[in-house]
């Protein structure tokens, strides 16, 4: 049972470059979340999305673009990639109706 | 919109001893969840204790145990018998309504 998986787990990029970063989970969860992670902000919300084809922004939505299109993955793109967005990116889903988000490995991008 | 506060940026404990780790949060719900994760130098976020705010009664996991004030709206975690293993960057979090919240983060460090 894989769980939840990213990748790539380590990305360099050039700033104005399209990079996608990929969600895959295996426990058919309908909620998935994308967060940033930044040294002293703890962990921000991206993106949401609560089934296939319905996402949601969270509380730092600018230049980035989710997708759904199957209950499993859930595609995170930096359309042009700019160096404040340089930072460790967490996928989640959520069990069931108690809350708990359960986290992938994280995936660490800098862009240059 | 709520907010969720961890005033400790840094805590300290000797092997064995008792530790208690501090958050606060504010909402205006009644209905909610609170969680600690715990995030080691691999990055992966771990859950390490649930509650529900309709429960009084202050969940046990192991070693690991929460003081719910759900008046003062402060939800502290406690570890006792400190391990070298506990070492790690711990996330106070809120969730309602399928979102989770997160504090700043306490970085605790457990010397031998």
């Known amino acids: 049972d894989a769980g939840i998986t990213q990748s790539p787990r380590y990305k360099i990029t050039e700033t104005g470059r399209q990079v996608t970063l990929m969600c895959h989970q295996t426990w058919s969860h309908s909620y998935m979340f994308w967060y940033r992670q930044d040294l002293g902000h703890g962990l921000r919300l991206i993106y949401y999305s609560a089934a296939a084809d319905i996402t949601d922004k969270g509380e730092v939505p600018d230049g980035y673009v989710v997708s759904r299109s199957k209950t499993e993955n859930f595609p995170l793109t930096l359309e042009s990639a700019t160096r404040s967005q340089t930072s460790v990116y967490f996928c989640?889903?959520?069990?069931?109706?108690?809350?708990?988000?359960?986290f992938g490995p994280g995936t660490r991008l800098l862009v240059l | 919109a709520q907010t969720v506060t961890q005033s400790q940026p840094e805590m300290s404990v000797q092997e064995a001893e008792t530790v208690t780790l501090s958050c606060t949060y504010d909402?205006?719900?009644?209905?909610?969840?609170l969680f600690w994760y715990k995030q080691p130098p691999s990055r992966q976020m771990i859950l390490v204790i649930r509650q529900e705010a309709y429960k009084q009664q202050n969940a046990t996991e192991n070693r690991f145990s929460v003081n719910f004030q759900k008046a003062a709206k402060s939800f502290s975690l406690k570890i006792s018998d400190s391990q070298l293993g506990d070492a790690a960057m711990y996330f106070c979090a809120y969730g309602q309504g399928g979102k989770l919240i997160f504090g700043q983060g306490t970085e605790l460090s457990v010397k031998p």
């Open positions: 909402t205006s719900e009644s209905d909610y969840y």
């Open positions: 989640a889903s959520r069990v069931g109706e108690l809350e708990t988000q359960y």
